[in-house]
């Protein structure tokens, strides 16, 4: 090795360790090009998690898709596509604020030491930071759904009737309502923290932060997707939000439909509801089968 290798190598080795030092030292540190590769991580992440949906859907999800009954919106506008871009731009920062607040949060623990326990500080929070976060999302939903302010944020996310592109027909909503929902997860931890005054672990976030991707995912999917607690207490169901699409006056909940069973607003999905077998989706195009004899 000559002497600039050598240099060469020194400084490498150097970058990388002041890079290390920045990240593990906060978001507070990162440089220009740091948070422009955060970003770009984050958009990377988006297409892996709208591919994890698709994939997990196929092997979790019952083997009768849900049929579709509404109008599939077959061909993205350019306001859609400049809509879904919009919300997939927002994304990174509003991940790099919210890492800010974590580490700026004492109630927010980032290392495992012998009084911290799993069940504690990661797994306890989830069920609590689920049911806050829909609180606020049922009552910001059904608001958005009052008749003089509808037509303004909210009505297009309806323009499709029958969701089946997974996150992208999820964020395919006003850039307003995308922020309001995107900020309502920092607010529940905010509230979690600071009002209830409970710890809990970074990971409890990331998990209620990916958790609720594929939640939001799957409910803009045709999988037929369940979970309860010993078949009795019904969690999740993704036919909840396919039933909201076609009949707006209910189911508001993102995640769960529990404030909607509190506020009287749950409809439960009717498998007998009529099915026109020529609007179904084509498996290989994703479209609508009669969607050549529409264009026409
Ligand atoms: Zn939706
Ligand atoms: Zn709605």
């Known amino acids: 090795m000559n002497e600039t290798d050598s240099i060469k190598d020194v400084t490498s080795h150097h970058c990388l360790a002041s890079f290390w030092d920045r990240f593990t030292n906060g978001p507070l540190y990162w440089n220009t090009m740091d948070k422009v590769l955060f970003v770009a991580l984050i958009m990377l992440a988006l297409e892996l998690l709208k591919f994890l949906c698709v994939l997990s859907g196929e ?17 993205l506008s350019s306001k859609d596509l400049l809509f879904i871009g919009i919300s997939k ?15 700026q949060e004492t109630n927010i ?43 303004v944020i909210h009505k297009h996310h309806h323009h499709q009737k029958a969701p089946s592109r997974a996150t992208d027909d999820a964020v395919n909503v006003h850039p307003v309502e995308f922020t309001l929902g995107e900020y309502n997860h920092l607010w529940t931890i905010f509230l979690f923290c600071r009002i209830l005054n409970m710890r809990m672990h970074i990971l409890s976030v990331l998990l ?19 979970f309860s607690i010993f078949g009795i207490v019904t ?7 396919d039933v909201h699409h076609r009949i707006p006056q209910s189911n508001y909940g993102q995640y769960t439909m ?5 506020f009287g607003s749950y409809r ?13 989706l084509d ?9 050549a004899y529409i264009k026409k």
């Open 59 to 75: 092997s979790i999800g019952s083997k009768q898709k849900i049929p579709v009954r509404g109008k599939h919106l077959d061909d």
């Open 89 to 103: 731009a927002q994304t990174g920062p509003f991940l790099y604020i919210l890492l800010r607040y974590c580490f």
């Open 109 to 151: 623990q980032w290392t495992f030491n012998e009084d911290t326990s799993i069940l504690q500080t990661v797994l306890l929070p989830l069920p609590v930071l689920f049911i806050v976060y829909d609180f606020f999302y049922t009552i910001l939903h059904w608001f958005l759904h009052i008749k003089a302010i509808y037509p």
């Open 208 to 226: 209620f932060l990916a958790i609720g991707g594929v939640l939001a995912g799957w409910n803009h999917t045709r999988f037929d997707i369940t």
């Open 235 to 241: 969690i999740f169901d993704s036919k909840a939000h």
């Open 258 to 262: 529990f404030w909607d069973n509190v």
């Open 268 to 280: 439960p999905y009717d498998p007998t509801d009529r099915i026109n077998p020529k609007t179904q």
């Open 283 to 291: 498996s290989k195009t994703g479209k609508s089968l009669n969607y």
